[in-house]
């Protein structure tokens, strides 16, 4: 039996999670569940799946929880360190990182160094910790498995000892010339420009091919997503600036691909559900029953593919530049984008600030150096302060 625990249990993540795991119930455990407030959601999960440990991370609710199941079999961990202690500890075997942006950080590293098998989903922790975060793997022996559907993808498509040195693989020697990193462009692909500054947070969240949580549905709008996920691709699999493509394809079809120097190119392709990657994880290398149905290829009428226009998505660009700057851009990015897709979300920006924003927090913040997480802590801090300030004196102008 494979003791789990889900970091961000309430989430999209978390609920596809938890319907895989209910699928394959003879298999695994659920030993630990956490999330941020929900707390009505969360006594519902701890009673159905008999959970053995449960913590909200908002001290209010975790108050609370701790109310509602005193009769119950579940503990209430009465803290954050007791939170990082239990995940650590000999109750857990595995870990569903799904907890959304830079929150999720602390919980994944505790993970990690305790050389858990760590089914990664929280982007924005690898992004904003980077090599910090694939070392400390390394050191640990913890086994990381990308969860995100596209690094999923290209994980099924790598040769074995590939898939064996996450982190630190060496794609030439494998014989890979590049890893296509498929997106569908989100919902404003043919969207005119023009009309950029009028959209709004609902319009922003109603992705044409996937349902998820409304930070990761925002930078899917943006394509910081796809720039978020090529950083997540540089650190994964150990990739140079000409081994990696972002090619859009708005069907969703193909999850992403690698090409092989003689030509070949595998790609991974299913539903855009994301109960397939995690059930790709969750037992691997066995596969698991994931509830998604089967891809019926007659439904299909097409694929299409196409070049990103970085004039649409200047997110996009950020990222990459930032990418090839270094850590501390990469860390300062991931924190403005919280900051400003917030800001959006609560309708305080327009949607085309969200990038300028990012931008001038980079370009303020200068360069910067990370070589630990607390100068990783230290620039997530900078960066939101500064994108906080320009977007409380683009509310005082509006
Ligand atoms: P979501 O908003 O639906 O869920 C987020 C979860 O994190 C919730 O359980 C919430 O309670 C918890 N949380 C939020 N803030 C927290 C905090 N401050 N402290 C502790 N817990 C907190 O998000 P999601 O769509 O499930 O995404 C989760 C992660 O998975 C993100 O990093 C996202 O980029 C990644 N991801 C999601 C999808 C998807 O299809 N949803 C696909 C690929 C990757
Ligand atoms: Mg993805």
């Not at 950029?196 to 091919?209: E, G, R, S």
């Not at 070949?264 to 290398?285: C, E, K, N, W, Y």
Request: proline share 4%; glycine share 6%; net charge negative.
């Amino acid at each position: 039996m494979k003791k789990l625990a889900i970091l961000g249990a309430t989430g999209s993540i978390g609920s596809s999670t938890l319907a895989v795991y209910a699928e394959n119930i003879e298999t695994m455990s659920l030993t630990l569940l956490s999330a941020w407030r929900n707390v009505d959601k969360m006594v519902d999960l701890c009673r159905e799946h008999h959970v053995s440990y449960a913590f909200m991370s908002c001290p209010d609710a975790n108050a609370k929880l701790q109310q509602l199941l005193e009769q119950d079999a579940t503990q209430v961990l009465v803290d954050q360190t007791e939170f990082e202690a239990c995940i650590a500890s000999v109750e857990v075997d595995a870990v569903m990182a799904a907890i959304v942006g830079a929150a999720g950080l602390a919980p994944t590293l505790a993970a990690v160094n305790a050389g858990k098998q760590v089914f990664l989903a929280n982007k924005e922790a690898l992004v904003m910790s980077g090599a910090l975060f694939m070392d400390a793997a390394q050191r640990s022996g913890a086994q990381v498995l990308p969860v995100d559907s596209e690094h999923n993808a290209i994980f099924q498509c790598l040769p074995p000892e590939c898939q064996a040195s996450i982190g630190h693989c060496d794609l030439k020697k494998s014989g890979i010339s590049q890893l296509i990193l498929t997106g569908s462009g989100g919902p404003f692909l043919t969207t005119p420009i023009s009309e950029f500054k009028h959209l709004t947070p609902a319009q922003a969240v109603k992705h044409p091919n996937w349902s998820m949580g409304p930070k990761i549905s925002v930078d899917s709008a943006t394509m910081m997503n796809k720039g978020l996920e090529y950083i997540e691709a540089k650190r994964l699999f150990n990739t140079e600036k000409s081994d990696i493509q972002v090619l859009i394809h708005p069907q969703s079809v193909i999850h992403s691909m690698v090409q092989y120097i003689d030509g070949s190119v595998l790609a991974q392709m299913g539903l855009p559900d994301m109960r397939t990657p995690i059930a790709h994880v969750m037992q691997f290398p066995q596969r698991i029953q994931s509830g998604v149905a089967p891809l019926d290829f007659t439904q299909i009428s097409q694929l299409t593919f196409a070049a990103p226009d970085f004039d649409r998505y200047p997110c996009l660009k950020l990222a990459i530049d930032a990418c090839y700057a270094g850590q501390g851009a990469t860390t300062l990015l991931n924190a403005a984008n919280e900051v400003a897709v917030e800001a959006f979300l609560q309708q305080k920006i327009r949607f085309d600030q969200i990038a300028s924003i990012a931008a001038e927090v980079l370009s303020k913040c200068g360069d910067q150096h990370a070589t630990s997480i607390e100068q990783v802590m230290f620039l997530d801090g900078l960066a939101r302060h500064t994108a906080l300030t320009l977007v409380a004196t683009n509310v005082r102008q509006a």
